[in-house]
């Protein structure tokens, strides 16, 4: 066989997707031919699977000339032990890792999501189970445990099992973003690393360590600052460019719903000339009740977009609005008043993924071609709206 003919047949070989397709006519020309990983592996496969088969390409392979069968079958032991061996630290990775998730509380939303409470340095976090924040905790444990850190397979399986531990042996609870209201009192927050937490109820406020109601932590928040007491509203006002008194009260009012916790909730329009700190007003009122990373951000695309920064900011401040499509002025009078919305889950073909939230709003930048814009010049005038 010529050198051309030789390597049209590798050519071949490496286009066929079963290793040992025409593996006796192959081992002619390339003796390691059978000794291959992918070829090993598949042969320990096909030894398990089906045993004729099996039996019948090795067969062919000796009529074929190839004298180191018995080699072949000592290789293909050790691709078995070697399989044998990871399966058996998978599951033991995955035991230890249960194990070590004991000592945390797991309960779910009543929207099915796996949570779990964990105890670190004195104090109680809460953390959906497939976050990333839990299964950094998890990891952590597990090499404080044994030095050595748990491999992908394993972290999955066991937050498979705590996830379904959650789902049918925990009770069910509400989470929270930011804010809850529960009853005649009001919880805020703090989003510091202690997970404090302001009660506010009428007259008094304090600060608690652990208070009764679960917050969840999302990618963005940042902490308030602890309260002191004898402070005055007026304040404030050096920080909003509002050009009458009824402009501040509008303001103040707003920012007083949204830390109530519960709506419906008004939409604030801020209208201004251009230069009239509206994006200023705006990131001044998200900071007094819930600062992040990005404070103003551009509006949405659809409403599968609008409903997941709900669900993970408890104020929505967009920037820059120009108009509102009719889509989108539905969906947020839906998130301010509440509602929901429904959508088929990735990689499924019925499964729904479910949004449910309302939200303070705030909308910078809408022209109000209705008004004389020579009374906007010098301020911003804040307009709440609500929708019924």
């Known amino acids: 066989m010529s050198d051309d003919e030789v390597r049209a047949a590798f050519d071949a070989a490496e286009e066929i997707r079963d290793p040992l397709d025409g593996l006796a006519d192959r081992s002619k020309l390339d003796k390691a031919a059978p000794f291959r990983p992918e070829v090993l592996e598949r042969f320990a496969e096909l030894r398990q699977e089906d045993r004729a088969a099996f039996e019948t390409i ?93 491999n992908a397979e394993a972290l999955n399986s066991a937050l498979s099992v705590l996830e379904a531990q959650a789902s049918f042996d925990g009770p069910t609870q509400d989470v929270y973003v930011r804010v809850a209201n529960i009853g005649e009192r009001i919880y805020l927050d ?101 600062p992040n990373i990005v404070p103003l951000r551009s509006l949405p695309r659809d409403d599968r977009d609008l409903f997941i920064a709900a669900t993970n900011s408890h104020v929505l401040a967009f920037d820059n609005v120009s108009g509102l499509p009719p889509w989108l002025s539905d969906a947020l009078c839906r998130i301010a008043s509440g509602g929901g919305f429904t959508t088929r889950q990735l990689y499924t073909d019925s499964d729904e993924v479910l949004f449910d939230a309302q939200r303070p709003i705030v909308l910078n930048g809408i022209e109000d071609h209705n008004r004389n814009a020579a009374r906007l010049r010098g301020g911003t005038r804040p307009e709440c709206c609500s929708r019924s």
């Open 58 to 150: 090795r067969v062919a392979l000796k009529e074929g000339g190839f004298k180191r069968v018995t080699a072949l079958d000592d290789a293909i032991d050790g691709v078995d032990r070697t399989s044998e061996d990871l399966n058996e630290k998978v599951r033991k990775q995955s035991d230890v890792l249960i194990e070590l998730a004991r000592e945390v509380v797991l309960f779910h939303s009543p929207d099915g999501t796996g949570y779990a409470d964990v105890n670190v340095d004195d104090h109680r976090e809460t953390w959906p189970i497939r976050s990333k924040g839990f299964r950094r905790w998890l990891t952590r444990r597990f090499y404080l445990e044994t030095d050595s850190a748990p």
């Open 190 to 290: 703090l989003c510091n690393s202690t997970w404090q937490a302001i009660e506010i109820c009428a007259g008094s406020w304090r600060i608690v360590d652990n208070p009764p109601v679960r917050f969840q932590r999302t990618p963005g928040m940042l902490p308030l600052p602890a309260p002191v007491r004898g402070g005055s509203i007026e304040a404030l006002k050096p920080f909003l460019n509002t050009k009458t008194e009824p402009d501040f009260v509008l303001a103040v009012s707003w920012v007083e719903q949204a830390l109530r916790g519960k709506g419906p909730f008004p939409v604030e329009a801020l209208v201004g000339e251009q230069g009239t700190a509206k994006s200023t007003f705006a990131k001044c009122q998200r900071a007094l009740v819930d």
